[in-house]
């Protein structure tokens, strides 16, 4: 049993363009000023209500809460009216197929929600190739190791199996947190130097590295 992980936006999927968006549409509708794509880029992976207190720090939880829900309504119109784009990065379903075809199970955890989760991974043809798909509808928001035990008890995976794979410090820490390896991917929302620090015992710059990394 090799069990991999994989975080989905900024790892599997390029979403930046439609989060950014609807961030800027939420703190619009609350009669706020957004922060820069830079800020908003910086909290991707958290869980919507942690990445609006990450955004609006002086917000109390209901506020938070409120916003989490206008952020929801504002994805899903722009999913509704064709304006969101989450292709596959470049790599990366021959990545998967190959892990796969080496005998590795499969399976995604997430900041996401199932029904955007479940979306994304159909548009693009790739929710066969996952045994387990945890997201933050039915879990704390990483780094709490939860989604990543769940994950390794569907799969009927062990920590010392299973490696965590994703573009963010949170994604390092909720590996770390279950006692697992983390690898950490260059084409995302963190730095390199972030994800080392975080605690990934490697970095990899394109999907080919990864799966050179993993087979290896």
Known sequence: MKLAVFDCDGTLIDGQAAICEAMEATFAAHDLTAPPRATI??????????????????????????????????????????????????????????????????????????????????????????VSLQTADRHPSKPHPAMLEEAMFEAGANAEQTVMIGDTAYDMEMAKAAWVRGVGVDWGYHHPEELMKAGAEFVAETPDQLRAHLLA
């Open 41 to 130: 880029r910086r909290a991707v992976g958290l869980s919507l209500p942690q990445a609006m207190r990450a955004l609006l720090p002086e917000s109390d939880g209901e506020q938070q809460h409120a916003m989490a829900e206008t952020y929801k309504q504002a994805f899903r119109q722009a999913r509704t009216e064709g304006r969101v784009s989450q292709p596959l990065f470049e790599g990366i379903r021959e990545t998967l197929e190959a892990l796969k075809a080496a005998g590795w199970t499969l399976a995604v955890a997430t900041g996401m929600s199932d029904r955007g989760l479940a979306h994304c991974l159909a548009n693009n043809g790739i929710a066969e190739l996952f």
